[in-house]
């Protein structure tokens, strides 16, 4: 089915972004819509599916970690459908809430956390497999500031740490411990970068070729990689794309700053 009918069918569900992870927007959100249109009637809360989704995560841990890799990639997939259909009800319905949000950040985070550890146990890299974890997630946490940041260049800023009480209260108190200080770290860099740069060249620099590929490092891909991995018995392979993430990185870097420089011309 074409991209542009994919995006048609699941426009009133679909999260609005200036860019396209191909694997989430091309399969599995499709197949989380279906799941959507089950759930919506029952009226069954977004965040009851975050949490089911985490818990259908850690289990897939704990296949990993036995060596169960077959079984464990199936219930990663599930999780990556859960993943994209708690987002989906959530717009679908109107029950977009602070709670999904921050609920939603940690449980994947907490997810990966005990994948990356049975990663290491199953294989026995267990430094390369902490490496790794922490490859992905710089990668992850690139990728959602440098969409925030793109979005305020162009008037669209949002805030990635809202004000929340009771039960959200506590996990935005947990977001600002774990993810705060990396957001705050790559928005500093950035604005270094650009201290003395006119509007046209921070455009430059914050550009859309970026977020595309960035996205293409997105949760759902990764996991459908590493599903992937496991399905062949080659979860160390996925390991080392996890540090090579990271890595990227770098010449992804070096070409905002051409873009930024030749912008002067």
Not at 29 to 40: E, G, N, S, Y
Not at 45 to 70: E, F, K, M
Not at 74 to 101: F, P, S
């Amino acid at each position: 089915m074409p991209a542009p009918v994919v995006q048609r069918i699941l426009a009133p569900s679909r999260k609005q972004r200036p860019s396209f992870e191909v694997v989430c927007e091309l399969v599995f959100r499709p197949i989380a819509h279906l799941l959507v249109l089950l759930l919506a009637p029952l009226r069954v809360p977004p965040p009851a599916v975050v949490v089911t989704a985490a818990t259908t995560g850690i289990g897939a841990a704990v296949l990993i970690a036995s060596h169960h890799y077959a079984a464990g990639a199936l219930l990663l997939v599930l999780k990556t459908i859960l993943d994209n259909a708690d987002g989906q009800l959530a717009r679908a319905t109107n029950q977009i809430t602070v709670l999904g949000r921050y609920l939603d950040s940690e449980s994947d985070l907490l997810v990966n956390a005990f994948v990356f550890a049975a990663l290491g146990i199953a294989t026995g890299h267990l430094a390369v497999a902490a490496i790794s974890f922490l490859c992905v997630t710089l990668a992850l946490g690139v990728d959602f500031n440098l969409e925030r940041l793109y979005r305020a260049e162009r008037g669209e800023p949002f805030d990635p740490m809202p004000p929340a009480t009771g039960i959200a209260g506590v996990l935005a108190h947990i977001y600002r411990a774990v993810y705060a200080p990396q957001d705050v770290w790559i928005e500093r860099y950035c604005e270094r970068r650009l201290r003395r740069a006119t509007p046209a060249q921070r455009l430059a620099y914050h550009d859309r070729a970026t977020l595309q590929l960035l996205a293409n490092f997105g949760l759902s891909t990764q996991l459908a990689v590493l599903s992937a991995c496991l399905a062949f018995d080659t979860p160390t392979l996925y390991l080392w794309l996890g540090i090579g993430c990271a890595v990227t990185l770098i010449p992804l870097e070096l070409r905002r700053g051409r873009r930024q420089a030749h912008s002067r011309l």
